[in-house]
């Protein structure tokens, strides 16, 4: 399996479950990803398992908009290409700033 979010190194913030990453591609002023380290295609493949994965990873959205200072922000999951998934590889957009389209 070739997945670039498996092999992806933090650049903004790591614990044992996730990474936060800037995204490369921004589509606002602040734009990161928050990536589960295991591997999960989309939010068509969770597994009723995988659901403190996804409180998780709302909390660590929420940390890392804590550390950086910013108090506005928007959530995006996006599945599958249609609706703008380009990584096969669950994902959380969380955006900021003057560029943020909506």
């Not at 490369?24 to 493949?45: G, R, T």
């Not at 922000?73 to 096969?88: C, E, M, P, S, T």
Request: proline letters at 3%; hydrophobic letters at 40%; aromatic letters at 4%.
């Amino acid at each position: 399996m070739d997945c670039i979010f498996c092999e992806i190194k933090s650049d903004v913030y790591e614990n044992d479950s996730f990474i936060v990453v800037k995204d490369i591609n921004p589509k606002a002023e602040i734009h990161f990803l928050i990536i589960p380290k295991k591997h999960i295609e989309s939010i068509s493949h969770l597994e009723p398992e995988d659901k403190d994965l996804m409180g998780k990873m709302m909390l660590i959205a929420q940390k890392v908009a804590k550390d950086k200072g910013i108090e506005s922000y928007n959530l995006q999951i996006n599945v599958g290409r249609k609706a703008g998934q380009v990584i096969d590889h669950i994902h959380m957009h969380l955006l900021s700033g003057k560029k943020l389209c909506h």
